[in-house]
């Protein structure tokens, strides 16, 4: 199963920056461009949550806990998606992934994901 790679993460203060991107480097473009992508974060000993989602035309929609505060977006072209983070608090600290929304049988497999830590 062919899987997405997403970087970008790293520790940062409060009410700092990170830009995380998220490729898929094996996916064929016509297959990526039909689905709506998501960034999902996991915080140790909670269960995986949606932050955020970009269809193939741009809309967007954000989990009310990050609305204001992040961007997403993608390039088609480049079969990526970002993910802009402004005004981190503590409690955005957990592993970042991206995947398709919602996640199905016909999804990539989970990536490693990348980490941010917002700690002073």
């Known amino acids: 199963q062919m899987q997405l790679v997403e970087s970008g993460g790293g520790l940062v203060q409060p009410g700092g920056s990170l830009r995380l991107s998220c490729v898929a480097p094996r996916s064929i473009l016509s297959v990526f461009n039909q689905y709506v992508m998501g960034w999902y974060r996991q915080a140790p000993g909670k269960e995986r949550e949606v932050v955020a989602t970009?269809?193939?035309?741009?809309?967007?929609n954000y989990a009310a806990s990050v609305q204001g505060r992040f961007t997403i977006s993608r390039h088609n072209s480049k079969k990526t998606v970002y993910l802009q983070m402004n005004s981190l608090k503590p409690e955005d600290t957990a592993v970042y992934y991206c995947?398709?929304?919602?996640?199905?049988?016909?999804?990539w497999g989970w990536g490693q994901g990348t980490q941010v830590t917002v700690s002073s």
């Open positions: 970009v269809t193939k035309d741009g809309v967007t």
């Open positions: 995947n398709t929304v919602p996640y199905s049988a016909n999804s």
